[in-house]
């Protein structure tokens, strides 16, 4: 059993004009041994975008790739034939399987949004698809997801045993048997825990992950 705490002052941060990102887990020309993956989850990113502002139109293949967007408004189209915008709340997944091409872009001022891959398994359907998700809750080969949206005061349990990634999107815990008080980009990683109890210390939105699999050694 184990819980790690990593802060969100801890993130590998890099901004160009127009466009900030926070990066949890190893990307690109940030290398971190000790953060390649957590299980199946191979990136946990958090992005600020100005209005206009985004990715163009880039690849991906074998990764579910989950959206939720905490603020503003996130247009999405594919090669699929695709296109939709993801307003504030709403949540968006995209099995790229055996390839796509795919491009987001805020639609709003001070577009904020997280988003997580997830490896597809062996043998996982090959036709990419996009989904507008109808709810807070996400379930895939590779992990679940449950946005929880707390009001000050308000307690949630935590997912027992397995591997557990908590982020709070928005707000701040209180001070608990897991940790220090947890705010806005900081992360809760337990690994084999029972249940657990977190309590919100103002409105809060928090991404609870049940992730497959468990976390690589480094190399």
């Known amino acids: 059993m184990a819980v790690e705490i990593r802060r969100g002052s801890a993130r590998f941060m890099l901004k160009v004009p127009g466009r900030a990102t926070w990066h949890s887990l190893s990307f690109g020309e940030h290398y971190d041994p000790e953060r390649l993956a957590i299980g199946t989850m191979v990136c946990h990113d958090e992005h600020l975008l100005a209005d206009g502002q985004g990715f163009d139109e880039h690849a991906h293949d074998g990764i ?61 359907d090959d036709d990419p698809v996009w989904t507008r998700v109808d709810g807070d809750t ?18 949630t349990a935590l997912p027992s045993g397995g591997l557990v990634h908590l982020f709070v999107a928005s707000g701040a815990l209180l001070r608990n048997s897991l940790a220090e008080p947890l705010a806005a ?35």
């Open 138 to 155: 996400v379930r895939l080969p590779g992990g679940s997801l449950d946005v929880v949206r707390l009001e000050a005061g308000e307690a």
């Open 64 to 124: 579910d790739i989950v959206t939720y967007v905490v603020s503003g408004a996130l247009a999405h189209e594919d090669s699929l034939g695709n296109s939709g915008v993801l307003g504030a709340g709403h949540l968006g997944v995209l099995r790229a399987a055996g390839g796509v091409r795919h491009s987001e872009v805020a639609a709003a001022p001070q577009t904020r949004f997280v988003q997580a891959w997830l490896r597809e398994p062996p043998g996982y």
């Open 185 to 219: 980009g900081d992360a809760l990683i337990l690994t084999d825990e029972p249940a657990r109890e977190v309590r919100a210390a103002v409105a809060t939105v928090l991404m609870v992950w049940t992730v497959a699999g468990v976390r690589p050694p480094a190399p």
